[in-house]
């Protein structure tokens, strides 16, 4: 009783907001009221962590025989497209985050939805076959191709999702009904004004 009263515990978990209180290796431990949850990141979420900071992490709870895994994202962009990458046949959740941690989020999903596999292929561990399978099974579910991929990838190259798309997520519209709407307005416009554009298209 116990174990499964836990299981649901740490399956109700959407999000997670506290201090990091510690990182290992490519880990954030969260602090929240006085409670530490070890969160597995990118490479990018680990490096923008601060000892003592704020921090707020979209989560994801990954099961498996021999341990149960937090995975965290800062925005709810980058979770859902984590959620496309681990629906992939021979991708799990670290290769996954090797995926994101290519560029920013938005580079990612373009990247994806123009079947760009040599992008893909980049990231660690990811070999052709498999890069060439996750463009295939993702391009359309990923939505039209909006940002160019970026030059870099790591740490320096990351960056946040867009926060019309995470608005458009939050309100129950899929990932690619979402980023379709907005590849069809214009990116420059202020995040209001494109929310509101692509409410219309949907």
């Given amino acids: 009783m116990f174990k499964q009263l836990g299981w649901y515990t740490w399956y109700m978990i959407a999000h997670l907001s506290g201090q990091v209180a510690e990182k290992t290796e490519n880990a954030i431990i969260v602090d929240v009221g006085g409670v530490g949850y070890e969160v597995f990141v990118a490479g990018y979420e680990h490096e923008a962590a601060h000892y003592g900071a704020p921090i707020k992490l979209y989560t994801y709870y990954h099961v498996r025989e021999t341990a149960h895994e937090l995975f965290g994202f800062s925005s709810l962009t980058a979770k859902r497209l984590f959620e496309l990458l681990i629906s992939v046949s021979g991708v799990g959740p670290k290769m996954a985050l090797a995926v994101l941690n290519l560029g920013e989020v938005e580079a990612v999903r373009s990247a ?40 870099g990838f790591g740490a320096a190259a990351a960056g946040s999702g867009d926060d019309a798309l995470d608005a458009l997520l939050m ?10 709407a907005l590849g069809k307005v214009d990116d420059k416009l202020p995040v209001e004004t494109r929310l509101k554009e692509a409410l219309k298209l949907l």
């Fill in 112 to 151: 994806i939805a123009r079947a760009d596999s040599a992008f893909i292929q980049k990231a660690s561990g990811v070999g052709k076959r498999l890069a060439e399978r996750i463009t295939v099974d993702l391009k359309d579910k990923a939505g039209l191709p909006g940002a160019k991929p970026v030059e």
């Fill in 171 to 180: 309100l129950g519209y899929s990932f690619g009904q979402a980023s379709e």
